[in-house]
């Protein structure tokens, strides 16, 4: 059977600038920021399952690289030395080209996957803020409508206090 070191495709799955844009949402147009929400958290959720996928990927192509190249160097070091250790056979596979590609690629995904969950967790708190922004302009709102009520109500009050009292006598 015959295995080989290939490197697995890494895909960059998380654009920063991207990402600026669809957190940033204009107060003006609260309704289009609260309805585009759940399809936005949905997408960068999902983003977040890939990288992970991506990252299980990576650690796997990690452990095949490591194991094929820790057979090749065993046996081209142990025909050239049999009393070879195992941290010069360890020295030789972590020096080697491969290796070292196939460690960055799995740091690569590490990162976008540490990323992928921050942006989640970012409409997250976008959400929080959705509504609070909402609730804000809501009692800003009601804040003029109580002032007119107030003012009809105290206007009610000083009519009523101006009108002439009638008693009906009690018989």
Not at 28 to 57: E, F, G, K, P
Request: charge should be neutral.
């Amino acid at each position: 059977m015959t295995h080989s070191t290939e490197e697995a495709e890494f895909l960059t799955l998380i654009e920063p600038e991207q990402v600026k844009r669809d957190m940033a949402f204009d107060s003006s147009n609260l309704t289009d920021a609260m309805s585009q929400q759940a399809a936005l958290y949905l997408h960068y959720s999902m983003i977040a399952v890939r990288c992970r996928s991506q990252l299980d990927r990576m650690k796997q192509q990690m452990e095949l690289v490591e194991n094929l190249l820790d057979g090749e160097h065993r046996s081209r070091l142990k025909e050239e030395n049999p009393k070879i250790t195992e941290a010069q056979i360890r020295s030789a596979v972590v020096t080697d080209r491969r290796w070292r590609a196939a460690s960055q690629r799995m740091i690569d995904a590490k990162t976008q996957h540490g990323y992928a969950e921050s942006v989640e967790r970012s409409f997250e708190h976008r959400r929080e803020m959705l509504k609070t922004v909402a609730a804000q302009m809501l009692a800003e709102r009601e804040g003029p409508m109580r002032v007119v009520a107030n003012q009809d109500a105290r206007q009610r009050m000083l009519s009523a206090m101006q009108r002439p009292e009638t008693y009906v006598e009690k018989a």
